[in-house]
Structures are given as C-alpha cells and as structure tokens.
C-alpha cells in the first residue's frame, strides 16, 4: 500500500492513535487550507492530524470557479501585496508543486459592441499590469503567454459561440486553471499523508483548546479527546461556530453550468465585463467533462452558514444576461444544467458592528493568522484557493513560535504534490491480467489532466471485475462522462473516499450537473461498495 493512499481502514486506525498519543499538531478543517498546514507542518518534521467533520473539500474549496489566479482583480482593489502573493503561488502551482493540475487558459475578452470602448481599454491597461505581476513572479511567458489583441477570427476559434456582428477584435490574456480545486484538495491530503499526517474525515471537532479537541466519529457516533501541542483552526467559513471571537462577513459566489457543446466547445474562456465596473467580469469557463462554468456573483450572506449554500434565481439569470450581451445566440435558463454556490470566508477587520464598511465585493481577500484570544488556537482564516501554500507557511510559522516546537523551515515552494512528480511509488500489487497496450490506449489526456505522472497506477491498480476487464471503460455511456471505473476504484483505495457521495461530489465532479449524477449513481454505488468490501 502506498504511503500516500488514503482509505477506511487507515482512518480507523489512526483515529484510534490520535485518541491515545498527542501529536504536535491538530488541524480542524479539511479545505485548501487545512490541508495546506498539514502538508506544510508535515514536511517541517512535525506529528500531525487533520480533522474534517465531513469529506475532504467538502465546504468552499470546491465551489471556487478553480482559477489559479495572478491577482489581477486585486490591482483593480489597490490590494498590491495579495496581488504579488497570488501571482507568485500561481508561479510556484503551475512550475512545482502541481503543475499537472494547473493549465494555462486563454481568456478572451471580445471587443464588441456588448463592450463599451472605455471597459476595453481599462482592461487592456489591467491586463499589462497583470502581466508585470507575472513577470515580478518569475513565471515565463512558456507558462503563461503575455497578453496581445486579436483578431477576430481567432476570437471566434477560441470562443466559437461569441457574436461575430461587430466584432473588432479581442483581448487574450492567460491565467492558470486547475482541472478541479477539490483534486488539488485531495492532492494535498494525500501528500501530507505521505509524510506522516494523519487525515481524518467524518471527524467533527468541537471545544477547540490550545492544547487540542473534543472530537466525534461521525460515523460512529464516538467522541474522544484530541491532544496536541498546537491547535490551528482551518474551519472557513465555518470558524465562528468553533471560536465565538471569529467574525467573518461571507460573501455568496454563484456559478451556472451549462453545456460545452452549447456554446461551440470554447478552448479559451470568456471575459464579459460586468455592466458599469472596470473591474468586475462574468467568465464562462471551459471545465472537464464536457461543461463550460459561468460566474460568478458576490452578495453578502449574513445569518446562519448553511452546509452547502444555494444560487439565487436572480444571481442565475444575471449570468446568464451578462454573458449573453456578447454571445451570438442568448443563453436560456434551459440551457442551464447545473448550478452552485460557495461562501468565501472574508475577515471582518472592521467588527461587526461599525455598519458602514466595505461591501463585500471591496473586502481585503488578505488572509488573517493569529491566535485566537477565545480559544487559544491558531486561527487561519481568509484568502483565497490559490495562495494556500502562503497561508499555510505563516500559520505553521505563528504555531511554531506561539507552542515552541522545534521544526524545520517551510519548504513547500519545492515540495512536488502527488501526481506532479514522474518519480512516483510502485503500486505493490499491479492487475494480473490487462494486457498493457490496452491501459496504455485507455490513458486519455483527461486521465492525464486529473492524475498527473499519477494516470497509468490509476489504470494499473484496477483490481475489480468490471474495473480490470476494460480498466479505462466509462461509468456511463455518454462522451462527456469520461470518469472510468478504475477512477472509482481509486477515489476508494487511494483517495479517501468512504461513500458514493463523495466520488461523485469531490473525487470526481459528476454532481456538479443533477442528471448526470442520477444517471451514474447506481453504478458508482456499486463499484464503491465492491472496493470499500476489498480494502
Ligand atoms: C464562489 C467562489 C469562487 C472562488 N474562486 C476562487 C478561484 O477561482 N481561485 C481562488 O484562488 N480562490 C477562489 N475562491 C476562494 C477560495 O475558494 C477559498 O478562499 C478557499 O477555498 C477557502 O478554503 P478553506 O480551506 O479556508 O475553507 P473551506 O474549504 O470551507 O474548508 C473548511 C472546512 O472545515 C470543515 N469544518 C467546519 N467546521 C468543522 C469542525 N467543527 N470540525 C471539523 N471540520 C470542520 C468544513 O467541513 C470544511 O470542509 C473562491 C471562493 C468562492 C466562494
């Protein structure tokens, strides 16, 4: 068994070890985030476990509009510093540490008539300013190509559903796209787990101390008490229901998904300004499985945080309007197959009570580390999916000092995730009995975008009936369901996955779009049942 492969049967044994030795550190949160502090704190040498009361990305990482930014939208906000941040992670992403999950997508802003000539030039000015950040980063122009106007037939190549009536030209400016946030996610826990940490799902902690949590087994109902050094609460957007000091202003971000094939298949994104702002944007963003996702709002969401938040009809129809003033043929809301809505976790610097703040859309995207004068806790709270490897540096940095542990430095800038390195474990036990020709013509590029150097043991470590007699078959008949049975195999005995639910809804992405989900699910379950019956 791998070191980095995550399943049931390890989660219960090392749920049994954290209940009997203290470890140096306890992270309460399984997003981007926490699992970046696992990774980090890890990697310095430290004894780590992770605690997530649901799955793996279960709560705003894996809502994000997967964009593994450069900073520009923080220039526009006059945030420089998180804008030199974000663009010098998405180097550090897309040169070392998961360069396998990150890609470079052209985003074309159209030069017509549903855009005004004074939001054309702002945003030329915005794209030449982002491309100083990539060049202040490092990051070449091999990996992300300067940004230049075109004409408008490689406009129309790129995005074939834009209207070509009055089309001048376009801007094309690049910025990297992941294949999907919850893999980086999981990417993540694996990796930590590599190294020692403990990732525990179904794992709820409550009563956060300095020294460590009440937690309970969500699937068994057990409670028991976690002690450590340090404690560092990830919980997001969560984090005031663990620590009552937290104040945080959430803002509601929504996406529509619709149909690649609606709007002609587009290989670059497209960039529609928002009417009347020179700095806000609707993207409709091409996405695996045959999906182009649109986004995304920002609208204050006071009150009780739910478990998954929902998309408003009005947030869905300006999307769909917004996008629609360049495109050649209106989107309809029937062309919407799919719709989802995530919270960002924005620090309230101001306090809550002082009513005339920022709105939401102004709030600093700055990330807050400090210890919890509540709780005790290092709290790491804010920020954004792209700059997680920061957040996680300066908040191991902060548990370090504020518990005395002895650690190494940070070294996660050269720290490859699992899949990113060609230089992977062997699988122990390879399928006995697929000839490889056939594994080798079903390693299609979307298993290479989802797994990386990771594909071919995906394939290999197939050992199912069904799973090994055509290790690369879909799970479904139709062309955009590309998810092979071997993939569900693995989000079983390699990534953690304990239920249907989540390989449909994280491992993989089918429940973004309902039909699809229903049209697999039995399948899934099946496939799900015989691994977990294996392990
Ligand atoms: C709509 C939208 C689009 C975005 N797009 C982008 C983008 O394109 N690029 C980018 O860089 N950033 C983007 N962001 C920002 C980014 O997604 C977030 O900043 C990031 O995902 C937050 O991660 P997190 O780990 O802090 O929180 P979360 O992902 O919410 O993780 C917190 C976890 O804590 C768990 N938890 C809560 N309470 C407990 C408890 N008591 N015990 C145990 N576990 C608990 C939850 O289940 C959850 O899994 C976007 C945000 C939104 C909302």
Not at 180 to 209: N, S
Not at 319 to 340: I, K, M, N, Q, Y
Not at 359 to 372: C, K, N, P, Q
Not at 482 to 503: K, N, Q, S
Request: net charge negative; charged share 20%; aromatic share 2%.
């Amino acid at each position: 068994m791998q070191r980095t492969a995550l399943t049931a049967r390890r989660r219960a044994r090392e749920l049994d070890e954290l209940a009997a030795e203290p470890v140096d550190l306890l992270v309460v949160g399984g997003g981007v985030t926490g699992v970046g502090v696992a990774l980090d704190a890890a990697a310095r040498g430290l004894s780590v476990a992770l605690v997530e009361a649901h799955d793996l990305a279960w709560g705003t990482s894996r809502w994000s509009s997967k964009l593994a930014h450069g900073g520009l939208r923080y220039l526009a906000t006059g945030d420089v510093g998180v804008a030199r941040e974000s663009a010098r992670e998405r180097h550090v992403l897309m040169t070392r540490t998961a360069p396998h999950l990150v890609r470079a997508l052209p985003q074309v802003l159209p030069l017509t008539s549903g855009v005004g000539p004074r939001q054309g030039i702002t945003a030329g000015i915005g794209f030449g300013l982002g491309d100083l950040l990539r060049r202040d980063a490092g990051t070449s122009s091999d990996v992300l190509p300067a940004p230049r106007l075109a004409r408008p037939g490689e406009a129309a190549r790129l995005v074939p559903a834009v209207a070509r009536e009055h089309l001048h030209g376009a801007w094309v400016a690049h910025d990297g796209q992941l294949v999907d946030d919850a893999r980086l996610v999981v990417a993540l826990a694996r990796t930590a787990a590599g190294r020692g940490a403990k990732i525990l799902t179904r794992v709820r902690a409550t009563d956060l101390r300095a020294d460590g949590a009440t937690l309970q087994d969500t699937l068994t109902g057990a409670t028991l008490t976690a002690r450590a050094r340090v404690v560092v609460n990830a919980t997001g957007v969560w984090a005031g229901t663990v620590d009552p000091s937290v104040r945080l202003r959430p803002s509601r971000g929504t996406h529509v998904v619709v149909p690649a094939a609606r709007l002609g298949s587009p290989a670059g994104a497209l960039m529609v300004p928002v009417p009347g702002s020179g700095s806000r944007f609707v993207f409709a963003l091409p996405a695996q499985l045959g999906r182009v996702i649109i986004g995304l709002t920002d609208e204050e969401a006071p009150g009780p945080v739910p478990d998954v938040p929902e998309p408003t009809p009005s947030e869905i129809d300006f999307l769909l309007a917004t996008v629609s003033r360049v495109l050649e043929r209106p989107l309809l809301p029937d062309d919407v197959v799919g719709a989802f809505a995530g919270l960002r976790p924005l620090v309230d610097r101001a306090g809550p009570d002082d009513g005339a703040g920022p709105g939401s859309a102004d709030l600093s995207r700055r990330h807050l580390v400090e210890v919890s004068p509540s709780t005790g806790a290092v709290n790491v709270l804010g920020g954004k999916l792209t700059t997680y490897r920061s957040m996680a540096e300066d908040a191991v940095d902060l548990a370090v000092k504020h518990a005395g542990l002895t650690a190494g430095p940070c070294w996660t800038t050269n720290l490859p995730l699992v899949g990113a390195n060609p230089l992977v474990e062997p699988v122990e036990t390879p399928s006995p009995v697929e000839p490889v020709e056939t594994r080798a013509q079903a390693l299609t590029p979307a298993l290479v975008a989802r797994y990386g150097a990771e594909a071919e043991q995906v394939l290999a470590a197939a050992t199912l009936p069904g799973a090994t007699s055509a290790v690369g078959q879909g799970i479904a008949d139709t062309d955009h369901l590309d998810v092979t049975r071997a993939e569900v195999e693995w989000a079983v005995t390699h990534e953690g996955a304990l239920d249907a639910d989540d390989v449909l809804d994280r491992r993989t992405r089918i429940g973004l779009v309902p039909a699809d989900r229903a049209a697999v699910r039995d399948v899934v379950e099946e496939l799900v049942g015989a691994a977990l019956a294996r392990l």
